[in-house]
């Protein structure tokens, strides 16, 4: 694609599910629309790669039937029918702790309303005692009448303490359940926003908690369908382009100087691609990169917020990845107590491999083992796969590694969601999962956040030739350099 001008109606920065989704509003509205993405790809946090001519997702993703906006994402892609979606709540649990042979429960849902829906499978979870069922019942209940509120100083672990909720109600369902729904450990988690997202998932609506995931890589799942339906909406596409600063225009609206990803020495002769700095104008700008990007990127009038940004910290998120030269298991996934891994999907024909099984599993909440060696990793992964699976046991290996995303959400701890923004400025809107959107660092809040950051940006250059410039535009005006276009 080559790019005629530097001028845009525009700028959005960042080409993750949030920029994609605000791309795609806005140029549905008519607006002219430049996406710019530091990565030689789009999809952000959702990306894959190739291995040994099999292709790797970074990380499992799995969905809801109740993430909306991101299904209606899917399917303005294309894509809803690479994902598989489950009719019915239907998911096997189980046990890594136990060495006595496998011991799983399974966890349905029935058509009853919500939150009858799950009682049949509360009853029968066999990893608890019916003592114990019975409890986590009543504290479930209890869950959703919590009076907790942002900046609520508690974790769930506290008021799991309070409702004596034990070690083992802990370790066979609350753990898992907090690292599914918050990618952290229910001491770490944030009570108001644990309470009200496993209020959504599970106990809000019968059919909420369906789970869905993807049948085919995430880089064509989301990157290879935006690139080509953003296309067709006549949005310029830049990728392997870094937006450096982005300040108030000298004539309204704002300046983003940005350039190549690529290394200097490796520009082409002519200088065209290799890291020369280049202005865009535009009158709007979406900022949908992560907090830290979006905190060194914000203008000054923007300082004293975005300082709040650079506190969230980031909870990791560490895949395990194991070809096996045999089928060790006919489940598609499988959720993981007693153990750091929490999710094993069957990836074997998403990633096209023709013989054998490969299985991904999922150490969400990884901080203990993000740096751990992968031979170490291996050492404690393996022999909970063959106390879940026996038929591992007896397999052969054929490869494994590991993959590891440092930064994969924001951490969920009491405190954040006072910290996540709402609000840019007139004519610059934040966005991203890590934003204030009312759901945890998800594909759902990416979603939301950018459909939102776009109807505020089309509200603010509606009827009018742009947004007044900042009110407290404290910030210098950076002076143009000589454009220079890309080709991509
Ligand atoms: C391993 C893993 C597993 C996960 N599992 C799930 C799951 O099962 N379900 C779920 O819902 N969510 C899951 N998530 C979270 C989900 O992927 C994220 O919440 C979501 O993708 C974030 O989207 P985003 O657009 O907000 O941010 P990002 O995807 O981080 O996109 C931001 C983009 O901005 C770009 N950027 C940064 N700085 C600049 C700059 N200066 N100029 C230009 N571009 C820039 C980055 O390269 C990036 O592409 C998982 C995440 C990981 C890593």
């Not at 917020?305 to 060790?328: N, T």
């Not at 031979?375 to 993959?403: W, Y």
């Amino acid at each position: 694609m080559t790019l005629a001008a530097n001028r845009a109606d525009v700028v959005v920065i960042g080409g993750g599910l949030a920029g994609i989704s605000a791309a795609i509003e806005l140029a549905a509205a008519g607006r002219v629309v430049t996406l710019i993405e530091g990565r030689p790809w789009l999809g952000g946090a959702t990306c894959s790669f190739i291995r040994r001519g099999l292709t790797i997702d970074n990380g499992q993703h799995a969905f809801l039937r109740c993430c909306t906006a991101y299904r209606e994402l899917l399917a303005r892609l294309g894509v809803a029918g690479s994902c598989s979606m489950q009719d019915r709540l239907d998911l096997t649990v189980l046990d890594g702790a136990t060495t006595g042979g496998p011991a799983q429960a399974r966890l349905r849902r029935s058509a009853l309303p919500a939150p009858a829906h799950l009682a049949r499978s509360l009853a029968g979870y066999r990893l608890l005692s019916t003592a114990e069922r019975l409890k986590v019942a009543g504290v479930a209940v209890a869950l959703q009448f919590t009076d907790a509120a942002p900046g609520d100083a508690r974790s769930l672990g506290d008021w799991l303490a309070q409702h004596r909720q034990d070690e083992r109600a802990r370790a066979k369902l609350w753990d898992w359940l907090c690292a599914a729904v918050l990618n952290v450990a229910p001491e770490h988690a944030d009570l108001a926003l644990a309470a009200s997202a496993i209020r959504t998932a599970v106990l809000a609506g019968r059919d909420n908690a369906d789970i869905g995931v993807p049948a085919v890589p995430l880089s064509g799942l989301h990157g290879g369908s935006a690139v080509a339906l953003l296309g067709s909406l006549g949005v310029t596409i830049r990728l392997g382009f870094r937006a450096m600063a982005v300040q108030p225009g000298v004539a309204g609206g704002y300046l983003i100087r940005a350039a190549s990803a690529v290394p200097a020495q490796a520009a082409a002769p002519d200088g065209g691609i290799g890291g020369a700095a280049e202005d865009i104008r535009a009158d709007g700008v979406v900022l949908a990169v992560p907090p830290g990007a979006a905190a060194a990127l914000a203008p000054a009038a923007l300082a004293g917020e975005a300082a709040r940004w650079s506190i969230l910290r980031s909870s990791p998120i560490v895949s395990v990845h194991v070809i096996y030269g045999s089928r060790v298991t006919r489940l598609p996934f499988a959720a993981v107590v007693g153990s750091p891994m929490r999710w094993v999907v069957d990836k074997t024909d998403a990633a096209g491999l023709h013989t054998g099984q490969y299985l991904a599993a999922s150490i969400p909440a990884a901080d203990e083992f993000v740096d751990m060696p992968a031979a170490r990793l291996r050492e404690l992964v393996l022999p909970v796969l063959d106390r879940v699976f026996p038929a591992a046991a007896g397999a052969s290996i054929e490869d494994f590694f590991v993959t590891r995303e440092r930064r994969a959400t924001i951490r969920h701890e009491p405190g954040t969601q006072l910290l996540r923004p709402a609000f840019g400025l007139p004519g610059l809107a934040v966005a991203g999962a890590w934003t204030d959107t009312g759901w945890p660092d998800t594909m759902e809040g990416a979603v939301r956040s950018g459909r939102s950051a776009a109807l505020r940006l089309i509200t603010d250059l509606t009827d009018g030739s742009g947004p007044a410039m900042p009110g407290s535009a404290s910030g210098q005006a950076i002076a143009p350099t000589t454009a220079v276009s890309g080709t991509l």
